[in-house]
């Protein structure tokens, strides 16, 4: 299970992510705008980092992880689904709070899971399926369309 999240984390991730700004150029923004809304939802990474934090000690590393996947999700189909402006910024800014918040904990909850003499492989393969999964997201638009893309990114 921590390799299919630490997978479908980074895939969904760095496959929105590195497409941010043609999705957003492609939907009719221009340039200049496209990166200052790709500023302005990334700026919600920091707060995401911090409640994150805040919550894993105050409910715990699984309760917090599950909440911001959950959030993380429902963020990004709202994204995906977004039809102005404002819902494109709004749900844009909620999946980098919730999509940053689920990366730091699940930084802290892996380790935890293995065994003290299996930590460091359990920690070093489940960054590989990272691994595997920045690799692969991003490429998915070339073979379907972005809006199919998207969804796929939610699903992950």
């Not at 990166?35 to 911090?50: K, R, T, V």
């Not at 996947?69 to 709070?97: C, D, E, I, K, P």
């Amino acid at each position: 299970m921590l390799w299919a999240s630490w997978l479908l984390l980074a895939f969904g991730y760095y496959g929105a992510f590195l497409w941010l700004p043609t999705m957003l150029a492609r939907r009719g923004y221009g340039l200049v705008r496209t990166f200052g809304y790709s500023l302005a939802m990334s700026l919600a990474q920091l707060p995401g980092y911090l409640t994150a934090a805040y919550l894993v000690e105050r409910i715990g590393r699984r309760p917090s992880l599950l909440a911001f996947f959950a959030g993380s999700a429902a963020a990004a189909a709202a994204f995906a689904l977004a039809s102005s402006t404002a819902w494109l910024l709004a749900s844009g800014v909620a999946l980098n709070f919730f999509n940053l918040g689920a990366w730091g904990l699940i930084y802290a909850y892996t380790p935890e899971s293995f065994p003290s003499d299996l930590r460091g492989t359990g920690m070093g393969s489940s960054g590989s399926m990272a691994r595997v999964g920045m690799i692969v997201g991003p490429l998915l638009p070339v073979f379907v369309s972005f809006s199919a893309a998207l969804s796929t990114y939610a699903v992950a």
